[in-house]
């Protein structure tokens, strides 16, 4: 009478999580090879399926595995490297140059093998990955029994794995061609966001995931800060941008979505993208908090997802969902939005959907693959049990159970951990050679932070200027003097500009370290109101001076950039273990004298109250060339009424440190 | 040479949180008795101290004991009895009809020795409790160990403790002599809120903590709605208000403060009032997000809470310490916002300032008491490590570990879990007196939600009226006639309004349930424009008929309250199966004809369009009087030009129904 099948889950309570969120308790689910045969009440389900294995799963909450949607999972490996740090500082200063120095092959394999066993751990069966290698992802994913879309990264700058553009473009065909038909992997190609690609590599990429049909992941409006640089840059914002080079047209999963308008949620919606919502990670770095309750609404598939360990920092779905669930709340002001029956939605059937993978994973019903898991909901941090409300078991998973609760893990069929016991046998060892890659990464770090330079040159922009500079300076007492002198006809005026600038010189511990400088210019016009304002940067290196008659030739190494950062950010980033500030008015002409350009700035030094001083200085190449410069400038300066007796030759910043 | 202790920690990394943020690596911890001797370098601590008891950490994070400064640990009972609704259906229509029946000592006991089970495994050595028969709450937390403030609640209200606020009172006092002293136990009293007590109240309880010199706890400034109550009611907002009760002179604690200004926070710096941020339960109940940096910034001492298990889910402090410091960053737009020591600081040193705790706990410092935790953060979920940072364990521990990572609790010296095992033996016990606690009030509520007049009951304000009324209704075609019939001489008009009504009728699968009507009424003035608005809710018992002549008399039951909460709310908790509106205009005057007093009423309804009616009506309480009414009522209905045949005898809604 009774059909056999593989394997009958008895004695559960059973969130089937499909269209009507059907429960069954007692309730039951026969699997037979990789397949969900059926899901019903306990007694029904026994009396129709016989099984060699009966799992009786003591009343546990038995539901679709948790989905991931978006992760990048060797980046376990970077777990902790550097935390509270504003965006550009970590990202600039600390990820990038680390993963430019250490991501291989082996440390992708590394990293996600132990990404597996803690996803395993805490209930995830399927998680979407973007990162570099993902063939070694793919390879781990397989090899632990997870479910993964990998998707290789593509961007128009130089990768670990790729050299330009077009190699990733190219591996990422190759990945979709060796796994494509896997029955776990599913490949993916992954341009990182619109702001690292081109129209042209989103475009091809578009193509590539629509030729063979697998997904496409993107990083999209993440920050405010992008949105206002897509408006700047396209005219739009993220949404219709990607929309118009074609990106939406492929089954595309959108990470983050954090800043969206209603008209690009309809966009979204329109073309079934799906979102992946990653909230640790938008708070982590304060990207902000993604309108899901209003996307839900609109009809959009929202996905949660953890991000990469290195900004949540750890693969906890449940910490996720909770979060998901109460950061609706508290930032609408609704503690009706997201209620705990749609945050486990967004996690297993929604999660599917985002991922376009709704037609094999995400529900328990006949038909789909069987990814399950079970949770603990007796443990005493989860006591009492009220059974009045149906929607009552959400609740309990989302607002107090624990990652720890998982019990049992299954996907596709086969056992990835038993009684809280993963199958996987390496961890010693995986955490062993973890601890190893930390090790290299600390001392890589150390070594760099011990030179200014070198940690402005990892944060790019800066561009070594060594340079020979022309400079005698005198302190003045009698300005009108020198405003005469300056109508004299001797000393033609090309330009004059008058403006204030702000410096602040950070200082290190080892003197060889030099200074660094962050000077804000501001313009003033004739009306003395601020026209413009400019910042610069600027690492002053230790002086070699040598005298020339009357002035100084100074030579140092200067690492010159824009100043694309704030002061605060070069603080945090540089950590000085000094901060000098210097305010001073400046009114500066170009001039020609005895054929010589030349410049003289007269400084009021306001803070500190340091008094007048007159300069006269010109950049030079060439000791010959300096040598006539610093002539012209010493007969210059004796026009203008300087007393060569007054000479200083500190810097302003030297004179009071 | 060295001195003997009772036990010495060794192998650990020490996280003393002392002022300057002192770590040992491997560190060495002497205690003796309850006290703490020494803390420093293992090999220093085990070559000055002898002990019988050596604890080999295997390099363990051994930090303060967390402390949790905010909760009402018995009613781990009411976890999850319902979620995701608003504060209001939340609060007036479960818990406190809930609390009201079964809050008992027992009840308190029980709950608190759930709580205490729950808070040890998860690292919580002192927590601060507000709640009923706190004596109850002492007597647990003193069997299981735990360092507990117990705060005995006032409140205007009668609950379940104490029938008036000097019962309250009283019991306070008693509470306070019977424990104070104690070693683990700091009594303390609990003005619930500025809300719920009154000036004379929050200036008794403030005269008896400072008369006892014990901790006064208080919720404030919780929501906004608060906030804009005690600007509307005491011209100013929260704190202001409380500090003129003299309720910050005592040794406060202030939960949640999610609403306040900039002068509010300096003002609890100066008082050195404590702050109990409560992230998860301001999120869940979308009270907002408490501005921790900016108070942080200010000096306020800020700890971190967990509120009591209905409104978090749980006890967990991982979870609130780590929404703290992601909260913090998010809301603010800065990922620099309360770095992950500081958020560590807030649950141990600033949580023992804030509770006036801190000359006893908070860090590991010769001279405090033995309160210490075990965390293992060689944990899969915690690799690698990175050492370059010093504060990079502070991160692993707010982002990274997990409650579970908990392996050992000392509380005065004594052990209250090793190697996660809880040394209290009744966990079992526990739990089967839970479930039947929950058995009992799931048939309360079941009980109670069959019926829409118990439900109304239960959120109060509702108050019966059986009811007799006289009613006459004709349609009407010719308006003009009426208004000149109006102005007839056997027609003296007393009083005459005009207004539009909303109302809504709610409706419900079982007929006799009645029909529940929200009502708002818009009066207009003379220029038809809005002159005020009046919400009024009404249950409307299924009618008994009987015809008087030309007229119809009706009886039924009525539950009559003012509309204080909205539409939504009404719509939430009683969660009709129907609803329909009505939009009239309605003109009513009240007249007196031959002798008696009757409304008329002329309807036009505008939504949906069924034309225009005239009422007469009048209320009555006998059935002799009604039939005078009906017969004086029919008349005026002849005189008005009304003709019998057009006599409509359905309800408005139950025409279009």
Redesign the interface.
């Known amino acids: 009478m009774s059909e056999t099948v593989d394997l009958v889950f008895t004695n559960a309570h059973v969130l089937t999580m499909d269209e009507n969120f059907t429960q069954y308790d007692p309730g039951a689910v026969a699997v037979r090879g990789d397949e969900i045969i059926a899901a019903g009440p306990d007694a029904e389900i026994q009396q129709n399926f016989d099984a060699p294995q009966l799992v009786d799963c003591q009343g546990k909450a038995l539901l679709p595995g948790l989905i991931n949607t978006h992760t990048h999972a060797p980046m ?2 970077l ?9 550009d500082v ?1 990202l600039l200063g600390y990820l990038m140059p680390v993963e430019r120095e250490f991501v291989s092959p082996e440390f992708v394999r590394l990293g996600t093998d ?1 990404a597996c ?2 996803m395993i ?2 209930g995830t069966t399927c998680f979407a990955d973007m990162y570099y290698f993902e063939d070694e992802v793919a390879k781990a994913a397989e090899y632990a029994g997870l479910r993964a879309v990998v998707g290789q990264t593509v961007l128009r700058f130089p990768a670990p794995d790729a050299g330009s553009f077009e190699e990733a473009l190219a591996s990422a065909e190759q990945l979709i061609k060796k796994w494509k038909g896997h029955p776990l992997i599913i490949p993916s190609v992954a341009p990182h966001a619109p702001y690292t690609c081109t129209d042209t590599i989103l475009r091809a990429v578009a193509d590539l995931a629509i030729k063979y049909d697998v997904p496409l992941q993107i990083h999209l409006a993440e920050t405010e800060f992008e949105v206002n640089a897509s408006r700047d840059e396209h005219n739009m914002p993220v949404i219709p941008y990607v929309k118009k080079q074609g990106v939406l047209d492929a089954k595309t999963i959108a990470a983050h979505c954090v800043h969206l308008d209603d008209g690009e949620m309809n966009t979204l919606e329109h073309h079934g993208t799906g979102v992946a919502h990653n909230p ?1 990670s ?8 993604a309108p899901i309750a209003k996307m839900h609404e609109v009809g959009v598939h929202v996905g949660i997802g953890t991000d990469g ?1 290195a900004s ?5 779905m449940f ?1 996720e969902i ?2 998901a ?3 609706a ?2 930032s ?6 997201i ?2 029956r749609t945050a486990i939605a967004m996690a297993t059937c929604g999660g599917a959907k985002a991922l376009h993978l709704d037609h094999l994973i995400g529900s328990i019903e006949a038909g789909k693959r069987a990814d399950m898991i079970l949770v603990d909901l ?1 443990c ?10 149906d ?2 078991i959400y ?2 998973l989302v ?2 159970s ?3 609760d998982v019990t049992d893990v299954m996907v596709n069929g086969n056992w990835l951990m038993q009684d809280r016991v993963v199958h996987l046998k390496n ?1 010693t060892e ?2 062993q050679s ?2 190893e ?2 090790r290299r ?2 001392s890589f ?2 070594e760099r ?1 011990r030179s200014v330079a070198s940690k402005l040159v990892a944060i790019g922009g800066a561009a070594e200027q060594e340079s020979f500079e022309v400079q005698a300076k005198i302190r003045v007492t009698n300005i009108d003097q020198l405003h005469e002198a300056l109508k004299g006809s001797d000393i033609e005026v090309l330009h004059h500009r008058h403006y204030h600038e702000y410096d602040t010189y950070f200082s290190f511990d080892e003197l060889d370290q030099g200074w660094l400088r962050y000077r804000e210019d501001e313009y003033l016009d004739e009306t003395e109101a601020v026209n413009s304002v400019r910042a610069r940067l600027t690492l002053i290196g230790p002086v070699q001076e040598s005298e020339l008659p009357s002035q100084v030739l100074l030579s140092r190494s200067r690492y010159m950039a824009p100043a694309s950062h704030s002061r605060r950010f070069y603080r ?1 980033y540089f950590k000085p273990t000094g901060e000098l500030e210097i305010v001073k008015d400046r009114q500066r002409w170009r001039v020609l004298f005895r054929g010589t350009e030349l410049y003289i700035n007269l400084d009021t030094i306001e803070k500190p109250d340091l008094g007048t001083f007159l300069e006269v200085k010109s950049r030079t190449w060439s000791r010959v060339d300096a040598e006539h410069k610093a002539t012209v400038a010493s007969a210059l300066l004796g026009a203008l009424g300087g007393n060569p007796d007054d000479t200083v030759t500190l810097d302003y910043f030297q004179m009071i440190n």
């Open positions: 376990t490996l777990r902790g490297i550097a935390d509270d740090l504003r965006l970590w132990l066993i803690e751990r805490s640790s938008n708070l982590k770095l304060a990207s902000g908090i360990p949540n920092n750890d693969l906890d910490e909770r979060l669930a109460l950061l709340k508290g609408s002001g609704d503690p009706t939005a209620p705990a007796g005493l941090h989860n006591a009492p049990r009220f059974r009045r409300d929607d009552a609740a309990r607002y107090a624990k990652s720890t961890e995986l955490l973890a601890d890659f930390a990464i600390d770090l150390i932070e945090e």
